[in-house]
């Protein structure tokens, strides 16, 4: 059992920022799953108590709960519903970061996340069709943050063609109307408050998308602050031992310091040339050097 622990932790370790995000939904479904399994063995539930991850339609509700306006974002209802979130977050969030950043991914999710639950909130409170619901109406899962990552995929790769069992190959775009459409038209459907989620994350990701092309990112607070969250949690860092370097060993170190400042610099003027021209304006060279940095 340790070892399938030290496992696990090793693989989100080195995995991808999508990964890492897959394994904590996964994670988080898991133990509650579980819970909940153990507890109706003793004819228990806890689920109320996992209402207060969920997120509320009542504003009043949201006031003694802020966190759930974070927390809905990795909760699931079910196996099918952490499923097709999670294969999507997988598909797209690997298209994601040949445009774009692991950091910018991560704001993204949950940006896109903050954006649909709070036009969640807003249409329940809003429209009188929904306001009969306000009182007993929660809302869960990742839906409105994988919808942005698509959207702010198909805003930067519009012609990236998709092969879809059965259609055969679709471009980006016409995939992201036809989800977005979609959501459109089942807005007032039993589950209308997801689809209302979904088209605040979509256009969360057009929002990021387009200011990244003029060289705005929308999600640099976001990033800010999860990393300063990250940093209290984090162990405080050793000090190097101090090494004595012999002959050639201290020119390898030149060398390597040079090279590292040379991969560097040219990052750097990759991302000056992004935010001029575009990213169609990268060379395939270009675009292959920044994406294998964004895995860093």
């Not at 496992?7 to 799953?33: C, H, M, P, S, W």
């Not at 509700?61 to 099918?80: E, I, N």
């Not at 294969?87 to 940006?111: E, P």
Request: positive net charge.
């Amino acid at each position: 059992m340790t070892t399938i622990i030290t496992d696990l932790k090793e693989a989100f370790r080195r995995g991808n920022i999508y990964i890492q995000l897959i394994y904590i939904n996964v994670g988080v479904f898991v133990i509650t799953t579980l819970t909940e399994v153990l507890l109706q063995l003793f004819n228990r539930s806890l689920s109320g108590v996992f209402e207060w991850l969920e997120l509320p339609a009542s504003v009043t509700r949201l006031v003694v709960q802020p966190w759930s306006l974070f927390t809905y974002m990795f909760m699931h209802a079910g196996f099918l519903h952490i499923l097709f979130n999670m294969l999507w977050l997988y598909w797209f969030g690997a298209l994601f970061l040949m445009s774009f950043s692991a950091k910018h991914l991560r704001g993204v999710y949950v940006l896109g996340g903050l954006c649909g639950g709070l036009l969640y909130m807003a249409a329940y409170n809003v429209f009188p069709y929904f306001r009969p619901m306000v009182d007993y109406s929660f809302m869960l899962g990742a839906s409105a943050s994988v919808l942005a990552i698509v959207a702010a995929t198909a805003y930067r790769e519009p012609n990236y063609p998709i092969r879809l069992l059965l259609f055969g190959t679709v471009r980006l775009k016409y995939l992201a109307l036809i989800v977005i459409g979609t959501d459109l038209l089942f807005v007032t459907s039993s589950n209308g408050g997801g689809h209302i989620a979904h088209l605040g994350g979509a256009l969360a990701g057009l929002w990021f998308a387009s200011g990244i092309s003029k060289g705005r990112d929308v999600t640099a607070w976001i990033n800010k602050f999860l990393d300063s969250v990250t940093a209290l949690f984090s162990a405080k860092p050793r000090k190097p031992k101090m090494k004595v370097h012999y002959g050639n060993s201290r020119q390898q170190d030149y060398d390597y310091n040079a090279r590292r400042k040379a991969q560097s610099e040219e990052i750097d003027r990759i991302l000056d040339k992004l935010k001029k021209s575009g990213y169609d304006s990268l060379t395939t060279e270009e675009k292959k050097s920044l994406f294998d940095a964004s895995k860093r």
